[in-house]
């Protein structure tokens, strides 16, 4: 899958990401970069974004990245924060691959406004099922 088109139908597969309105905007080696825009069904009870927003983002970004090149690779752990409040109605997230190993791989994910202002920062360990 090279084509970003080809790689963006795939992945609309994957409906709960699709449907909150994931969008993959870049795909490079071990890296992805996803996006949305908040509205109304982001909101939680108080009028703020839900923490879910975030972790669906961050575990897309890191779907992604892991397996836009050579599906197979689930999530086994993950762990967020949830770090800010965004200052604009546009949402990031950016994966950095820390470790690739034989089985196991851990990325990061840095959750952003589009402003860059700090949301959520996490930690996501995939397994190979391959």
Not at 53 to 72: C, K, R
Request: hydrophobic share 40%; glycine share 10%.
């Amino acid at each position: 899958m090279k084509d970003i088109e080809k790689i963006r139908d795939f992945f609309g597969h994957d409906r709960y990401a699709a449907d909150t309105g994931a969008y993959i905007e870049e795909v490079g080696e071990n890296y992805a970069k996803v996006s949305l825009v908040l509205d109304e069904r982001h909101k939680n009870a108080v009028g703020g974004v839900m923490g879910g927003v975030y972790f669906t983002l961050a575990d897309f970004a890191f779907a992604v990245a892991s397996n836009w090149q050579n599906p197979g690779t689930v999530s086994i752990t993950s762990d967020i924060s949830f770090i800010g409040v965004p200052k604009s109605g546009k949402v990031i997230a950016e994966t950095e691959l820390i470790k690739d190993g034989r089985s196991t791989c851990c990325y990061n994910v840095k959750v952003t406004d589009d402003l860059g202002t700090p949301l959520a920062a996490a930690k996501i360990v995939g397994f190979k099922k391959q």
